[in-house]
């Protein structure tokens, strides 16, 4: 059974425990109002994904909780503090991996612990690990333009675990590789939020991708951007990643997501 | 693969060489010596040790101008990249410098500063600065805005955006500005002494033109560039060991 609720903000308020909170978001570019009085909870341990069409302010919306950007007013929380920037409980992935192209695997990958002051061995201990887990053991010493776009963001991936943040903002992460790298990085995702107990949050402009990898699906208009549905898929989840894309509630919320968004889509 | 550029660059070389011999036996002109005989007025220089007295005189100006020229290049294209305030202050100025005709504002230089050491490292730093700053400059302004934030959010200061992603990003183009800029000041260094007061190897060139001595002063000309070459060369070894991965390629491909 899915579960659809139209998105109010009375119905938003957290019946379970938020590790993000966003109240009362606004953000102007100048005259553009770029998002409006956005309200929405991220369940602590969960995959949120903010789904919407083009330039419906959800990277906007993923720069503010990260700390990117200041919002224009309201107020972002994780685990109930304020957010006032970048902060060490939240790590991002980005849309083009931003690696440094003058640094091995290993240092990319220790980076975000170097600019914390961790020790060199230390760190290059703590990222090894993380390299092993994302599959790229072996690949240490490589540069950047050594590997393929998959392998790239597996780095990138492998950086914002190694600081061992307890939220991950993913903007778009797989939009710059391939269709089959892309859906084995959709299952190892799904393993990956079982595991790691911690709290993603995760845009996407795929809805398949969406449905696929989220438990909740935070449905963006745009201009002023909103929330207009909260989507929490409900029975596919537990049945194993090879039938998701069988199922017949995983198929219904694709449509339904389809017809609310189509008409926005130019 | 390194024994090969070595070897096609030692072809380049020889072609250059025996073109210049032939056209200097051809002649064409009286005034164009053969290879092999401006070969032979180097050697005699050498030998009799004329030529370093010469350098010694060309290469204060030079190595002092350059030297300006890269710390503060380096540092005011930072400032200009950084601050669009200041880029608008100070861009201008660099943009003139660059297209300025040089010869013609020796003798302004010469009138303010007179005709010793202080306007030969002008005329060195007008020709070697503003590429540096340019170049520094337009690096900095065009680091990619991901690679920035990807440092702020994994909590860099300002201070560590600057040198662990904003400089080494830049790196390229400026090492880059640093070779034009050290190619131009060589320009300037023997353009000084050509213009100003004749010392060193601007010296010898003018001094052997006078008395039609042209092995000798083509033996000049072939010395600095000479030496430029192997200046230059350094400057990449330089950048190859400070900044490794950068001649791997981008990954923004």
């Not at chain 1, 993923?62 to 309201?74: D, E, F, V, Y």
């Not at chain 1, 989220?214 to 002023?224: K, V």
């Not at chain 2, 040790?49 to 100006?61: C, N, R």
């Not at chain 2, 039609?212 to 430029?228: E, T």
């Amino acid at each position: 059974m899915s579960q659809i609720n139209p998105a109010s903000l009375k119905e938003a308020t957290p019946a379970v425990d938020s590790a993000v909170s966003v109240r009362n978001v606004s953000k102007n570019y100048g005259d553009v109002q770029a998002l409006k009085d956005l309200s929405l909870e991220f369940p602590r341990g969960e995959l949120t994904s903010l789904l919407g069409p083009s330039g419906c302010g959800k990277t906007t919306l993923l720069k503010i909780i990260a700390g990117l950007l200041p919002q224009t007013s309201g107020q972002i929380e994780v685990n109930g503090k304020t957010v006032n920037g970048p902060g060490p409980d939240r790590a991002f992935v980005f849309q083009d991996f931003a690696l440094l192209p003058w640094a091995s695997v290993l240092r990319n990958v220790a980076f975000g612990l170097e600019l914390r002051g961790v020790a060199k061995s230390e760190r290059e201990a703590i990222a090894e690990k993380y390299i092993r887990e994302v599959g790229l053991a072996g690949f240490e010493k490589k540069f950047p333009h050594q590997l393929s776009g998959g392998m790239r963001q597996r780095v990138g991936l492998a950086r914002a675990l190694s600081v061992n943040a307890q939220v991950l903002l993913l903007d778009e992460p797989f939009s710059a590789v391939d269709e089959q790298t892309r859906r084995k990085f959709q299952e190892d995702l799904l393993q990956l939020v079982a595991n790691e107990k911690k709290t993603f949050i995760f845009v996407t402009h795929s809805i398949e991708e969406a449905v696929y990898v989220s438990d909740q699906i935070a449905i963006l208009l745009p201009r002023p951007s909103r929330v207009s549905e909260i989507i929490r898929p409900s029975s596919f989840r537990g049945k194993g990643v090879e039938n998701i894309r069988r199922d017949p509630e995983y198929l219904d919320i694709v449509d339904e997501i389809w017809a609310s968004l189509r008409s926005y889509v130019e | 693969m390194l024994n090969r550029s070595l070897l096609l660059k030692l072809l380049s070389a020889a072609i250059v060489f025996t073109a210049w011999e032939i056209a200097g036996r051809i002649p064409v002109s009286y005034a164009f010596p053969t290879f092999l005989e401006s070969m032979g007025a180097l050697a005699r220089m050498t030998f009799d040790g004329s030529i370093f007295l010469a350098y010694a005189e060309t290469l204060k100006p030079l190595l002092l101008g350059v030297a300006i020229s890269a710390f503060v290049g380096i540092g005011l294209g930072l400032w200009i990249g950084l601050s669009a305030r200041f880029e608008w202050l100070f861009g201008p100025i660099f943009i003139v410098m660059q297209a300025a005709p040089l010869a013609a504002l020796i003798p302004i230089l010469v009138m303010v500063y007179g005709i010793g050491l202080t306007s030969k490292v002008f005329v060195v730093c007008i020709m070697a600065m503003p590429v540096i700053v340019l170049n520094t400059a337009s690096a900095v302004r065009n680091t990619p805005t991901s690679m920035k934030e990807m440092a702020t959010s994994f909590l860099a200061s300002d201070r560590e955006v600057l040198t662990k992603i904003i400089i080494p990003a830049a790196s390229p183009v400026i090492f880059s500005g640093l070779r034009l800029g050290v190619s131009a000041g060589f320009i300037g260094a023997i353009l000084s002494e050509l213009k100003i007061t004749p010392t060193g190897v601007g010296d010898i060139i003018s001094y052997s033109r006078s008395i039609a001595d042209y092995p000798s002063m083509y033996a000049a000309i072939f010395s600095i560039i000479l030496l430029a070459v192997v200046f230059l060369n350094l400057l990449e070894v330089v950048e190859n060991y400070l900044f490794e991965g950068n001649n791997r390629g981008y990954v923004s491909d």
